[in-house]
């Protein structure tokens, strides 16, 4: 199912986005990344990633919001994304998390080019608990988050 919000922002349904599990979990963080793709089938690997996750134990997945078609932002000659939030929990300390999301992404086929090139997944931590961590490798919460459509709109919508 798709719904309209303007010309060029559209929400998309699927089975797994947007999902709400019945999970009570003892894991430690909670965790809320962003997902996007613009490269093959996004929808497919956004479900891989949500079906690796949930499989995971060091991850308890508690929900996940409707898609987002969205445009580019920063390099604007490339496709439309596709972006959605998922919250979860886990144990793992928010570096250990950072490397677990860069080997997913590359384990979906993410190569990186250059900034805002298209990608077929990017995963960014958008908070990490209640952290702030400014570091070289990891900036929580993510660096401009509260000025993305493609952050705000799902994460309204969970």
Known sequence: MKKKLRDDLTLIYTSNFPKKLKITSRKKYHVTIGIGGNIGDTKKIFDKLFLYLKSDTRFDILMSSPLLLNPPFGFLEQ??????IIALK?????NDFLKNMLR???????????QDAPRTLDIDIIFFDN????????????????????????????
């Open 90 to 94: 886990t144990n793992l300390s928010p």
């Open 104 to 114: 997913l992404e590359k384990r979906l086929g993410r190569k990186r080019s250059f």
């Open 131 to 158: 952290r702030k961590i400014n570091t070289k490798k990891l900036i929580i919460p993510h660096k401009d988050w509260a000025n993305r459509e493609s952050v705000i709109i799902p994460l309204k919508r969970m």
């Open 79 to 84: 496709n439309y994304f596709l972006n959605g």
